[in-house]
């Protein structure tokens, strides 16, 4: 390996040279602002003075100089301070094989506490030993032009990044102005993140130190890209001016030879030969560089070989030609994006999007996958409902529609993350045909023959102690009464309590994401006790206790079907005056329920949900035991001009008791719902139902008909 060295040149090999160098005037530096953290004695021209003890690194991008694409090339060019005019000899190693760049180290160690370098590199014909004297005696009359310079510090160590031209300069010290800004907001984080253990402060800190660390990253690619930009900029220049010197008959050979090279890169490149295409492409821009279009193809193969700052930089090179004007700023939008340079990204996808070309929903999709990164979440699903609305490809719509899905569960997550707690509060109106006696029994009910006006009112309270993406665990409350105008009616009015501690967990089973949710609860049901002394004076005592611990299993099988299966094991104790013996109510009840659903759109906004259930109610009074067996389906669907979601379904039971009457129960409910919410806190529904029950015991048959109106707020703090 070559050792970086320095050479100061002897005052006998500039002996001559070096006199008048000490007499001429210097050229002029060329004139540059330098960034704030240089010292304050720094002159406005040329580099600040630095330190002249210290060591100093160099930089510099040549392709010229890349003699070799197997080892590493050796180079040199000359510092001369401004104050002595003393002149260095600095080599300079490749820092890889076939890099291009180039960095030497040196030191400047005159007596002068304090030196300003000035850079200088010979031209290809003056960089042999022999030509020595006479670049130096060009450079003491000022015939050399000064190379613009840009110092800069870098973890402690001090640096010269040399450059072609002010344009490439410029470049460099907004890309070092931009790092030096994200790396000290990263440095003040420390002092931002909170001490107390907050979790919401803790989430976000660590996500302000995820956009800082983002943004030191794209700095450091940006100085890279800078580099990589120079170097290819004087590779073009170069075979421009070697194409310029050929004869006009080798000159027509090189370009019919670079055509089908091209023709043949463009095969590779379909039959998905990427890297071989990469290299076809690159001999035509060599046999000739004026086709623009051999560069773009060039680009787009380096972009699919995964070489992505490199087709950065040649697709800013010819970024501004015409042709393939809107494709050109597609994959620089995409290049953007995979170095998650999201703000980049985003103006070049959008303009286009604003193009109105094939490639706009294509444009607008990535926009909206920025912004679902960045957790933006109404941006990004605005995103996908344009490329839904303007897109004709059916892929790329179910892609869209899967994001939309998306959006929805993050928005609830985020939503319920940030909200601890939750309240609803229901008020309704029901008209009921045959108001039901459900104080009777736990199991059953019966028909009172008493129709009427009945008035709901609900509430809950639920509070997420823990609530993350793995589990959850909440406590929750829940009351609901019913009030009938109908005094005769007043024994089926229920005022029930209940409360519940849900935990969820997510496990992987047999290959599948499986959610289980464990509930633990207890009910108070508040009755007339129709056989006690408060029968029809209204007064509801505590008629029935239940305690029960529900086990629920939720598969997602795909993204249209859904299945959930539920144990619920159940102790009723009842209170009733007429709960002994025979019609004892006390009961062990065990329940086995499944629900399939079967959606026909990626938005789970239209489908089929088909329900079987077994009951097994094991009560102490014979004739109160019985099995059940439920079937159900219900469609739901959408009124999307409404923004309102509708349902009806069919319900099927038979119930088979062990009294000594020996009673069965067929039931047949049909129902219907119209739900619409008004704002995202207020909603209304509006249901109707029609009921006919076939008993084997003629006292339990009946129909009946409700309609139900209901307004519901739902709040979260």
């Known amino acids: 390996m070559k050792i970086l060295t320095f050479i100061l040149l002897s005052f ?7 006199a008048q160098t000490q007499k001429e005037e210097k050229p002029t530096p060329a004139k540059e602002s330098q960034p704030d953290s240089q010292p304050d004695n720094a002159p406005k021209k040329g580099l600040p ?47 890889a094989p076939d890099s291009s760049i180039f960095k030497g ?34 450079l003491s009359q000022g015939k050399v032009e000064q190379k613009p310079v840009f110092f800069r510090t870098d973890e402690g160590k001090q640096i010269i990044d040399v450059f072609d031209n002010k344009q490439q300069l410029d470049r460099a010290k907004k890309a070092y102005a931009e790092k030096q800004k994200a790396l000290k907001a990263k440095a003040s984080l420390v002092e931002a993140i909170p001490k107390k253990q907050d979790l919401e402060a803790q989430e976000r800190a660590e996500e302000l130190k995820k956009q800082v660390d983002e943004k030191v990253r794209a700095a450091q690619l940006q100085e890279e890209r800078i580099r990589l930009q120079q170097i290819e900029e004087q590779k073009r220049k170069e075979r421009l001016e070697r194409q310029k010197k050929l004869a006009e008959k080798e000159r027509a050979r090189r370009m019919a030879q670079a055509k089908l090279l091209s023709e043949q890169g463009e095969q590779a490149f379909k039959a998905g030969d990427f890297v071989k295409a990469q290299d076809l492409f690159e001999q035509s821009i060599d046999l ?34 015409k042709e393939n004007f809107i494709l050109k700023r597609y994959y620089l939008g995409l290049i953007h994006y995979r170095l998650e340079e999201y703000k980049m990204a985003g ?77 609803s509060l229901t008020f309704g109106y029901m008209y009921d045909s045959n108001i039901l006696l459900t104080s009777n029994s736990t199991g059953s009910s019966s028909g009172s023959g008493v129709q009427g006006s ?29 009030y009938s105008e109908n005094q005769s009616a007043s024994a089926a009015d229920p005022f029930l309590n209940t409360i519940t501690i849900p935990y969820n967990f997510a496990v992987e089973l047999w290959g599948k994401a499986w959610s289980f949710t464990v509930t633990p ?92 259930g ?73 249901v109707f139902s029609a009921s006919s029950n076939n008993s084997t015991v003629a006292a339990n048959s009946y129909d009946r008909n409700a309609v139900t109106l209901t307004g519901t707020y739902k709040g979260a703090f």
């Open 49 to 95: 003075p630095v330190p002249s003890s210290e060591q100093i690194r160099i930089e510099y991008g040549s392709s010229s100089w890349n003699k070799s694409s197997e080892q590493i090339d050796t180079a040199f060019l000359f510092i001369r301070d401004k104050e002595s005019k003393k002149i260095l000899k600095v080599f300079l190693d490749e820092s």
């Open 454 to 482: 009945r008035y709901l009112a609900g509430a809950s309270y639920g509070y997420r102690a823990i609530y993350n993406k793995e589990n959850s665990l909440s406590f929750n409350y829940d009351t609901y009464y019913v």
């Open 614 to 686: 077994l009951i097994s109610n094991n009560a102490v009074g014979k004739n109160k035991r019985y099995n059940k067996i439920n079937l159900g389906a219900t469609y739901v669907g959408a009124l999307s001009s409404w923004e309102a979601s509708w349902s009806t379904g069919l319900t099927l039971y038979q119930s088979s008791y062990d009294s000594t009457d020996g009673r069965i129960d067929i039931n047949a409910t049909l129902s219907a719902s119209l739900t619409k919410p008004w704002t995202k806190a207020w909603s209304s529904s509006l």
């Open 521 to 612: 609860g207890y009910e108070a049901l508040f009755m007339e006790d129709s056989g006690g002394s408060s029968a029809g004076s209204g007064v509801r005592e505590n008629i029935l206790n239940s305690y029960y611990a529900t086990l629920k299993a939720l598969n997602t099988n795909n993204p249209s079907w859904f299945s959930s299966y539920s144990l619920d094991i159940r102790q009723d104790d009842s209170s009733l005056s007429t709960s002994t013996g025979d019609e004892d109510q006390d009961a062990l009840k065990v329940s086995l329920t499944s629900d399939q659903s079967f959606f026909f759109d990626s938005a789970k906004k239209e489908g089929i949900v088909a329900n079987v």
């Open 347 to 423: 103006r070049y996808l959008r303009s286009v999007q604003k193009s109105k070309s094939e490639l706009a929903p294509s444009a607008s999709f990535y926009i909206g996958i920025i912004y679902f990164t960045l957790k933006k979440w109404d941006r990004s699903q605005k995103e996908f409902e344009w490329v839904l609305d303007n897109s004709k490809d059916p892929k790329l719509d179910k892609q869209a529609e899967a994001y939309i899905e998306n959006i929805a569960l993050q928005k609830q997550y985020a939503k319920l993350l940030k909200y601890r707690n939750d309240i």
């Open 288 to 321: 000739n560089p004026e086709d623009k279009s051999y560069y773009f193809n060039y680009a787009v193969a380096l972009y699919r070989n995964n070489k992505i700052n490199e087709a950065q930089v040649i697709f800013k090179n010819i970024e501004k030609e």
């Open 12 to 18: 006998c090999f500039f002996s001559s040279s070096f």
């Open 105 to 138: 180290v040196f030191s400047l160690s005159f007596k002068n506490k304090k030196v300003s370098p000035e850079v200088f590199i010979p031209p290809q014909k003056l960089r042999s030993e022999k030509e020595a004297t006479n670049f130096n005696k060009l």
